[in-house]
């Protein structure tokens, strides 16, 4: 008797001490989810092809099986969902994230990033590697060009506005609640009951051609870079596209992006320097500005890919639902895009038309091609090595959009997952990043159009995400709570980007097709 007692009490001792244990580790697990996703906060700021996961890697962190009790009869009474637990999935199936913890809320724990950090992150979107094309906008638009620069930024500020406000709905006592996390939630949301997920699926194609034409955008600006700053070399812009390929498929077996991140960042202040040296340079020509080159008409073949060049350098809406519910205080959200894209267009402004003034007709696609062969070299050798350093960022967005949406889609997937049980990539799903990789060669081979490449993805891709889509969605949910204005702005505003949307799309696959036609000649 004595011996049975014994045992049982060793019994309930061992599984208390387990219990415990595997309490301690999960607590341990949710911690360093949290760590890892605020490793990620800290390095948004890098572009905008991470910012768009911020909210899904946390989660995924966070996601890990409740914790039962050996003893017959299922988990310990009281103990319920540990620290750090969750089965909260990305698609909206499971308790949303207040639920995931009892007597708190997940919000408490989970870092967040302050105005000016998120504000960063915005800047670093619309004011990137693509400010190089604005000059050459202005070459076609003249005056117009610049308007367009300070219109582009006041309706892309209000969509940005308008999208997070199609986050929220009011509950019963007439407080605005966050019911919706992302750009696909929304689209789902307003295609809804009839058509659940088609929205979702349109923003996911849309999501995958800009971040894919963003890559091969950095193929050809490497290419155009490297030809022009050494003219003397027997290498054509294609031989040098393929040399910066070759320097890229190592993207094809990335697992993620903290090593890239950190040169990414250097890079990107590397950049910022450059565009204040070209301006420098061209402030010391200031005698010399040709003011009477500055039109007051438009070149009507050409301006419309200028209107997808200036749009496509203002495109951050993607990441902006991330970005916002990542904010300690999202109250502060409409006063961050308010001076961020002040300061866009005020920045995007001067540095164009001082460059236009510079070289006037000689205006080239990537304005530093202008500069003088002693300091044109410097400068293109910089601006490459922040392409190929900033390469890997859209490449991976758009790898996990992919892989998310045919392979990983909780069981609804097109294919066969990627990864095996370990989590090693499967080697066709290497294969699959290499042909992505090939791809982004072969567009940038075939057209080596920096300036149309641009424009057709602005007018495709930019004009539907910055211009068409936050209009109707605002129109559609917050359809009972909108004033008269307000549909008026929403209304003007998507018949505005569809005409310039189609618009630049014609003119831009008729500059492709020529530019085609012209190569297969040469």
Known sequence: MAHLIRHKITNKLTNAANTVSNKSQAKVSGVFARMGFQAA????????AECDDLDYDYRQGMKMDVIQGEEEGGPTEGEGE???DSHYQRDG??????????????DEDKPKITSWEAGWNVTNAIQGMFVLGLPYAILHGGYLGLFLIIF????????????IACLYEENEDGIKVRVRDTYVD????????????LGGHIVNVAQIIELVMTCILYVVVSGNLMVN???GFPVSQKAWSVVATVALLPCAFLKNLKAVSKFSMLCTL??????ILVVAYCLSRARDWAWDKVKFYIDVKKFPISIGIIVFSYTSQIFLPSLEGNMQ?????????????????????LFALVAYLTWADATKEVITDNLPSTIRAVVNIFLVAKALLSYPLPFFAAVEVLEKSFFQDGGRALFPDCYGPTGQLKSWGLGLRIVLVVFTLLMAVFVPHFALLMGLTGSLTGAGLCFLLPSLFHLKLQWRNLLWHHVFFDVAIFVIGGICAISGLIHSVEGLIEAYRYNIHE
């Open 329 to 349: 205080k999202p109250s502060e959200f409409h006063c961050m895009m308010e001076w961020t894209h002040i300061a866009a267009c005020v920045l995007k402004g």
């Open 186 to 197: 929304i689209a789902n949301a307003c295609c809804a009951p009839r058509f659940p997920a």
């Open 82 to 84: 540990l620290d750090g």
């Open 93 to 106: 199936t499971g308790p949303r994230p207040s639920t995931l913890k009892i007597g708190g809320s997940l």
């Open 229 to 231: 700053s050494f003219p």
């Open 41 to 48: 906060t800290d390095e948004e700021g890098l572009g905008f």
């Open 270 to 275: 590397a950049h910022f320097v450059i565009n």
């Open 152 to 163: 582009a930024a006041v309706v892309c500020c209000y969509t940005g506005k308008i999208l």
